[in-house]
């Protein structure tokens, strides 16, 4: 996800600093970004090299207008990035976090702008995919609001103003609509391919919910379920035991290569 943003932002003329923890992440980050790139100047998108010669990799946090953070959906983790980020950024910049679940409003407690804080929920794959979810927390300004709109516009994306709350309005509909198909595997009524075909032809998506779920990750779709059986506190957003055990096995979809799928 982080690349697929830093990918748009620079195609769009931006200058772009990615950063990753954990090593070489960054580096096959940028590998991705390249075959990407590649692929869509075949179809008369923008010259690779030129885009590629915005990004720059940075080994840790630096002054910038926008900080867009896309790390694993762990509310600790991001706490501690968006308390960093305050000390680090200017103080006009926009704090964004590309959480999927995670409220904005408990990110933005860990600056003293909240103001300047704000959800810019991006869809995977980031640059095939029109949606940008922007999520306004309880003290986001109108001013933020309409900058984030603004710049996700010049990304070529379409902004969808949402206010807080687990899950916004995506995860609140898809990880239900996951967790049943999961159940369903998991009660013996249909297997995995006869759940996503009928999904697929029912319904006219494009990815059945299990094949969708793994290439989201089995372990974001439970945390997802988690940050929302705990915000709302209703018992069918509980993930399903099949999903846990997946997790658990370390079945997580295409990253791991099995999820619901074999991907060997």
Not at 63 to 80: F, N, S
Not at 151 to 160: F, I, N, R, S, T
Not at 202 to 211: Q, R, S, T, V
């Amino acid at each position: 996800m982080g690349g697929g943003i830093a990918q748009v932002t620079a195609a769009a003329g931006s200058r772009v600093s990615l950063h990753d923890a954990a090593p070489g992440a960054a580096d096959r980050a940028l590998e991705t970004i390249r075959k990407s790139l590649t692929k869509l100047a075949e179809k008369g998108g923008p010259e690779p090299e030129r885009v590629l010669a915005r990004i720059e990799l940075v080994d840790d946090l630096l002054p910038a207008d926008l900080m867009i953070e896309a790390v694993v959906e762990d509310a600790a983790v991001k706490e501690q990035i968006f308390f960093r980020a305050d000390q680090v950024l200017p103080s006009d910049a926009i704090l964004a976090s590309n959480t999927s679940s995670i409220p904005i409003t408990q990110l933005a407690a860990d600056t003293v702008r909240p103001d300047r804080v704000i959800g810019m929920h991006f869809f995977n794959p980031v640059p095939v995919l029109k949606l940008v979810e922007v999520v306004r927390g309880r003290e986001t300004s109108d001013e933020t609001v309409e900058a984030i709109v603004a710049y996700a516009e010049e990304l070529g994306k379409v902004p969808a103003l949402a206010n807080d709350s687990p899950g916004f309005v995506s995860n609140r509909i898809l990880m239900p609509f996951i967790n049943e198909a999961a159940w369903t595997l998991h009660d013996g009524v249909a297997e995995a391919e006869a759940i996503d075909t009928i999904a697929k032809l029912g319904f006219a998506h494009p990815l059945g919910p299990l094949a969708l779920a793994d290439l989201i990750g089995l372990d974001t779709c439970v945390a997802i379920m988690e940050v929302l059986h705990e915000g709302l506190g209703d018992d069918k957003y509980a993930p399903c035991p099949l999903l846990r055990e997946h997790v658990e096995a370390g079945r997580l979809g295409r990253k791991s290569g099995r999820g619901f799928y074999d991907y060997s």
